[in-house]
């Protein structure tokens, strides 16, 4: 089983988000046993909590229901996936410095990336933005860069693991 976990600052916005996505993707193409995926926060500070209210209705009004709680990244999430999925730079470094203490060695570049990495619409580091500050609308652009950069990523993963799709889109 690959498994994928989606991280960001706070875990009640964009890895909660992304998570729903990649789940949904998963599912849509029959793949719920060959890939998993979690999401955590580097701040434990919404440990427990739902996602945002407005990260709930975005996801709802694209048929996906985001039922996660947050939760903060641990070192044993460190073992336990096989690719780390950050929003932003600063998670990025977090992560990495996390990863560095832990281990004494840097993450792989194929075990710890961006999320936008996988974004077709961009070239170059582009950071999921943090719509926690913003409007109904800034969450909405946050569904989208995270579904179209989950459908690239889940792509890389079947060709990479060689992975049967059970159904076709």
Known sequence: ??????????????????????????????????????????????????????????????????IHKGR????????????IVVMDEKNFKDVHALYYKVKQIPPPAEK??????????????????????GSEKDFEEVFQIVERSGKELLGHLIEKYKLVKEKEL
């Open 72 to 83: 903060e990244i641990t070192t044993a999430d460190l073992d336990d996936f096989d690719h």
């Open 112 to 133: 710890l990336f961006l999320m936008r990495d996988y974004d077709p619409n961009v070239k170059g580091v582009f950071e999921v933005p943090d719509p926690y500050y």
């Open 1 to 66: 089983m690959v498994k994928v976990l989606f991280v960001c600052l706070g875990n009640i916005c964009r890895s909660p988000v992304a998570e729903g996505v990649f789940k949904d993707l998963i599912q849509k193409h029959g793949l719920e046993d060959k890939i998993d995926c979690d999401s955590a926060g580097t701040m434990g500070w919404h440990a427990g909590q739902a996602p945002d209210h407005r990260a709930i209705k975005s996801a709802l009004n694209h048929g996906i229901a985001l």
